[in-house]
């Protein structure tokens, strides 16, 4: 009697859960408009870089020969253009919301190891506080040492060719 043959699927079975990096869902995260601007931006860059080193090696062929280091300058602007455009497409595909991971920790509920919202969790971002700042009263008793130092200086002001060992206190 033969013995049945078992087939393994030839692709990742879990990348294909929600949420996770080469998904539909996951790659939605890289078609808003900022995303978009990015995309657009680092075409530009790159190809703007690539034009100007191949600008620069005519140059050079044509006897300057420093452009010979702007025409290796060039490619390497562009390379780290797309280095950049990678690690931060990465980090998008990679990061998780707190709408995907499920119910996150209350705002004053603190986050232990764990928690589902624990890995890769992001600060959240809040309205800016504005503190109105009082300046300090001149009326209190004042510190001997922090009144010789500004009589110090007070003194080097307004002796500009002075040297500080001329100092007569």
Known sequence: MPTPVVTKPTYD??????????????MKRLWTPAWIVRHVAMVVL?????????WQISRAAS???LS?????????FAGFV??????????????RSTLASGAAAAPGEPVTPGDAA????????????????????????EDADLAEYNRYLTWLNANPGAKPGDYPG
């Open 13 to 26: 079975t879990a990348s294909e859960t929600a949420g996770r990096p080469g998904t539909l869902d996951a």
């Open 46 to 54: 790159v190809v703007g870089f690539l034009a100007l080193g191949w």
């Open 63 to 65: 006897g300057n020969t």
């Open 68 to 76: 010979w280091a702007y025409a290796v300058q060039w490619p390497i």
């Open 82 to 95: 797309v280095f950049v455009w990678w690690r931060e497409l990465r980090h998008t595909l990679r990061g």
């Open 118 to 141: 624990s890995p890769r969790s992001t600060p959240a971002v809040r309205r800016p506080v504005r503190v109105t700042r009082v300046p300090a009263t001149g009326g209190g008793p």
